[in-house]
Structure formats: C-alpha cells, structure tokens
C-alpha cells in the first residue's frame, strides 16, 4: 500500500521557469512532511520540511504549500536552474512512531 | 562535519553469494536507518536502529537479511544468500534522535548477476 503518491514521474522546465511537485499522503498521524533532493550516484539530501501547523514555508528559491484538509502538499522551485536538475522525493512522517514513507520520486530537467 | 560513511560505495556479486554493506553514521546520531532504494523508486525502509536496538525491522525480510549496529555506532547490513532481485541501493541514514532529520549516505549499489 503506498501511502504517499508523487506526481508527475517526470518535468521538463525551462530555465527560470517555476517547477511545481505534488505530493499526497493517506495516513493523518503523519506530522512532518520533507522532501529531498537526490543526484545521481548520491543519497538523498533533505532539502526543506514542512509541520502541518503551517501552511507554507520558504527557503530560497524553495517553498513548500501544505493543504492538511486535502491531505496534500507540494514544492514550487522558483527561478529553476540547470543545477536543479536531479530527483526529487517526497516523504511523510510521524513524529510519533511511524517511519518516513517516500514517494516515487519525480526526475526534474531544468533546460537553458 | 563529516556526513554518514558507507562502504563498499559498489559491489558486483553472484546469486547464492553473501554481502555486507557497512555504515558509520554522523557522531553524535543515536538512530540509524538502512533503507533499500530500487531504481526509478523511493527509499524504502529496512531497519531502523535507536542506539543498539533495532526498533522497526518489519520490512527486513529476515530469512535472508540480518544487521547489526554494536556499540550503537557503526551498523553492518547482510544478505545471505543474495538473490537477483536483491540489486538495488542500499542507503543508510541517520538522524540525532527519533524521528528527527534524517541525513544519507552515499549508497552502495548491489549488482547480483
């Protein structure tokens, strides 16, 4: 059962274009909500989080908007450059007990 | 401040045969992940350690995977006997306590021919 589904699997954007990922999760006991940014041949690196106490946070040329009632969240990148291009995951945790659950990921190329 | 240290970073092996991933994570982090990460999709996690105890191993397939983090520092992941459908990532993570923000490693990709 996957209990976060990311979309779209793939984005093509243009430079200083405006990607936007969107994420949705089942399970309410999740409180914390990061996403991460992967290389090839490189672990994830935790790239903003989110708890549901707010709507949206900023960091950069990265935000995340965070809707509890719609169970969903996503991560606008402003200003994209090519060195924005890599994938992207979203994942879903408790502060409780439950693991960090990972969407499948969404492969960003940022075109000049 | 160094990040979480894996090793081997690749390793190529036939089925049937064992393998072992090794991990340290960043000083000071009490928990300790090992995740599975098969292309094209997410980490998924394996083990999850709180200091020396493993704390949620449900998603380890125990007949054939087994870990260990003595002294609630280092961790070692093991498979024995590798099947083909173990090649993947395997990623180790950690995190300064509970269910904090995590930080990986680097990987190590299992080829099983």
């Known amino acids: 059962q996957q209990q976060v589904k990311q979309s779209p699997q793939s984005l093509i954007v243009q430079k200083g274009g405006i990607p936007i990922i969107n994420c949705a999760y089942e399970?309410?006991?999740?409180?914390?909500f990061p996403w991460y940014q992967q290389f090839p041949g490189k672990g994830p690196a935790l790239l903003i989080a989110?708890?549901?106490?707010?709507s949206e946070k900023k960091e950069g040329r990265f935000t995340i908007s965070f809707n509890k009632s719609a169970k969903q969240f996503s991560l606008h990148i402003m200003d994209s450059q090519p060195g924005d291009s890599a994938t992207y995951f979203c994942?879903?945790?408790?502060?409780?007990?439950?693991?960090?659950?990972f969407g499948k990921g969404t492969r960003l190329s940022v075109i000049a | 401040e160094a990040g979480v240290v894996q090793s081997p970073r690749y390793k190529i092996i036939e089925k049937k045969q064992p393998v072992a991933f090794w991990c340290n994570p960043i000083?000071?982090?009490?928990?300790l992940y090992w995740y599975r990460q098969n292309l094209g999709q997410g980490p998924e996690l394996l083990i999850r350690?709180?200091?020396?105890?493993?704390?949620?191993d449900s998603q380890l397939p125990k007949d054939r995977f087994s870990a260990e983090r003595l002294k609630g520092v280092d961790s070692t992941l093991k498979i024995q006997p590798a099947e083909l459908g173990d090649s993947a990532v395997y990623l180790c993570?950690?995190?300064?306590?509970?269910?904090?923000?995590?930080?990986f490693g680097p990987g190590t990709r299992l080829t099983v021919t």
């Open positions: 993570a950690s995190s300064l306590e509970g269910l904090g923000e995590q930080y």
């Open positions: 000083s000071g982090h009490n928990t």
């Open positions: 350690y709180e200091n020396e105890e493993a704390v949620d």
């Open positions: 399970n309410t006991a999740f409180d914390y």
């Open positions: 994942a879903a945790g408790s502060s409780g007990n439950t693991p960090l659950v």
């Open positions: 989110i708890r549901p106490d707010v």
